[in-house]
């Protein structure tokens, strides 16, 4: 049973910073994918950033240059960053995964594709 598990949200002043983690448990899977997304208030959940199976990281369009994404293996643990930010960004964050899977593109980054989701963490960003 795959598990994830979200830390590190909270209330933030509009300007400051985010790092969020999510623990990685029972991945029996050699291939899968790994990701962040979002729901925004009164939005549907969208894609951040994933990190396919070849480790490659893909953004959603809107994410590039202002998010990264990254993961420790050794820890089972993926991480999420993001300086200045904005109340735009406030919402219930949520690790994704998919396994077996070697999505990649667009694929990856599309919502409906991924089975594993942790429970979300929130961050509320004010102005």
């Known amino acids: 049973q795959v598990q994830l598990v979200e830390s590190g949200g909270g209330s933030v002043a509009a300007g400051g910073s985010l790092s969020l983690s999510c623990g990685v448990s029972g991945m029996i899977y050699s291939y899968y994918c790994i990701g962040w997304f979002r729901q925004r208030p009164g939005k549907e959940r969208e894609a951040v950033a994933v990190?396919?199976?070849?480790?490659?990281?893909h953004y959603a369009d809107s994410a590039k240059g202002r998010f990264t994404i990254s993961r420790d293996t050794d820890k089972n643990t993926l991480y999420l960053e993001r300086n200045n930010l904005e109340p735009g960004d406030t919402a219930v964050y949520y690790c994704?995964?998919?396994?077996?899977?070697?999505?990649?593109?667009?694929?990856?980054?599309?919502?409906?594709?991924?089975?594993?989701w942790g429970q979300g963490t929130q961050v509320t960003v004010a102005s």
């Open positions: 994704g995964g998919n396994a077996p899977s070697t999505m990649s593109g667009r694929q990856a980054l599309t919502v409906a594709e991924y089975r594993f």
């Open positions: 990190i396919d199976a070849n480790d490659y990281p």
